[in-house]
């Protein structure tokens, strides 16, 4: 148990409810000096895990606001502490108020994640499942708060577990083998490791081979509209805004800057650009454009070439269509203005073409049809997405470790040989779950958190 930790576990502003949260040894007795219940409890004395009705203090008896209280005892609470809520109303005075009186009581404040960090250290969460907390905070699409919720509730971990522990088991039966020669204990047959290795490559592979989905998932898609002026790339930009983020007007080159908008399309998440648009510039301004044009599709995942079908395809439209050819990124035609009559001579186009108008919306499903056939969901169970490079990392040296572990006793070597690369595997897959975590790193994790969670 450590000192008691107190935060606003909501938002800063104006809101209708907001929760204040303590954790750790002798929060109970912070807050029964803040807190009078309607019953004339004590506020150790509240039944636990249910809301009770009473008038929150400050240092000099006066009321703050009347809440509604909750006490969780340990260990059936999220840090494994005692821990306590009041929940307020929401107004930032009352909840900084009533923060001041917890802190006059005895409580400190909780520094970014600490409840959470609280909760992994105390053995109620792996690093998985906390590092999901803050994903499923941060969820900017139903899948990807889909996918966190599975992960909270321990999917990653039930796919490591199991090669962990086959790992661990072959490693300890090799030392104890070693360490106690009069014992009657059965050597470690090499089947009996290869199976072990086979299975856990076979998981890393899975895990690995999805992780650009996870990434998909979490951070989005970075997609670029490019096209010659006037072609209607704001308009496009706007309608999958769903509102008027970029001005469009009838002059060609109106856009002299890249514009970004986080949107989902088809189900998934793009961070998309609108560009302006390519073509010899006319002054030092729309050239500064053009450039920044071209470094936007540089780091892009996703191109939409976009270009007027009411008007015949000219050089500042196959110097689109070459950039995104030479580019080697996925890319999408975009024939826009479908409303209007439609030229001739378009030609065939080596890429996924979707007939739209901006304007009117007509042909939009189609285009984020064609985005979600481009980023499909994939058939991995929900929540063994790994969303963060870290824990891709931590994958990939394990799945390296066990692939020369393999090689090696293939290859005759001596089963301790082979269990020195079992044994780096097991650390990393240690990082991934926390179980061997440096505390450095998973400062680092949590330092990412909310004050508060």
Same mark, same amino acid.
């Given at each position: ?27 109970? +007795?912070?807050?029964? $000096?803040?807190?009078? &219940? ?66 006059? %009581? ?35 699409? &139903?899948? +990807?708060?889909?996918? %966190?919720? &599975? ?121 998309? #650009?609108? #560009? ?47 950039? &995104? ?33 901006? $304007? ?59 269990? #020195? ?16 975590? $440096? ?13 508060? $969670?």
């Amino acid at each position: 148990m450590s000192e008691p930790i107190a935060a606003i576990a909501t938002g800063q502003s104006r809101c209708a409810i907001g929760i204040l949260r303590l954790s750790g040894d002798g929060c109970f +007795a912070v807050c029964d $000096k803040v807190f009078r &219940a309607d019953s004339g409890k004590a506020f150790p004395a509240l039944p636990p895990r249910c809301l009770t009705l009473g008038s929150l203090l400050d240092r000099s008896g006066a009321v703050i606001d009347h809440v509604l209280a909750v006490r969780f005892p340990a260990p059936h609470s999220y840090t494994g502490e005692d821990c306590a809520e009041f929940h307020c109303h929401g107004s930032p005075v009352v909840l900084r108020e009533a923060l001041s009186a917890l802190f006059e %009581a005895g409580a400190r404040q909780a520094t970014a994640g600490e409840f959470t960090k609280r909760a992994f250290l105390n053995g109620q969460l792996d690093l998985t499942e906390a590092e999901a907390v803050i994903d499923l905070i941060d969820a900017e699409t &139903a899948a +990807a708060a889909r996918n %966190a919720a &599975a992960q909270l509730d321990g999917a990653l971990r039930r796919v490591l577990e199991p090669l962990q522990d086959a790992l661990l088991d072959v490693a300890a039966r090799f030392y104890a083998v070693v360490d106690y020669p009069d014992e009657d204990i059965e050597d470690v047959r090499p089947e009996e490791i290869a199976a072990a290795l086979s299975g856990g490559i076979a998981s890393l592979d899975r895990l690995l081979s999805a992780c650009r989905r996870g990434q998909v998932l979490k951070s989005g898609v970075r997609t670029v509209i490019i096209g010659r002026p006037n072609a209607g790339k704001s308009s496009l930009f706007n309608a999958l805004a769903g509102f008027e983020r970029v001005i469009v007007t009838d002059i060609p080159g109106t856009t002299r800057d890249t514009v970004e908008e986080a949107i989902v399309c088809g189900g998934v998440l793009l961070r998309l #650009t609108d #560009t302006a648009g390519l073509r010899e510039a006319r002054d030092a301004v729309e050239s500064l454009g053009v450039e920044r044009s071209r470094k936007a599709v540089e780091n892009a995942d996703l191109l939409f070439v976009v270009a007027d079908g009411n008007a015949p395809p000219d050089s500042d439209d196959a110097d689109a269509l070459r950039l &995104a050819r030479e580019s080697g990124k996925p890319w999408i035609f975009v024939q826009n203005k479908s409303d209007l009559p439609q030229a001739a001579g378009r030609g065939d186009v080596d890429a996924p073409c979707v007939l739209v108008s901006a $304007k009117t919306g007509d042909g939009l499903p189609e285009l984020e049809a064609a985005v979600s056939a481009l980023f499909p969901d994939g058939d991995s169970a929900p929540g063994t997405l790994l969303t963060d490079q870290r824990q891709e990392d931590a994958a990939r040296r394990a799945w390296e470790a066990l692939r020369r572990a393999g090689n090696a006793l293939q290859s005759g070597f001596t089963p301790d040989a082979v269990l #020195t690369d079992v044994e780096e595997a097991l650390g990393a897959v240690g990082e991934l779950t926390g179980r061997a975590a $440096k505390e450095e790193l998973v400062s680092r994790i949590f330092s990412r958190f909310c004050v508060g $969670k």
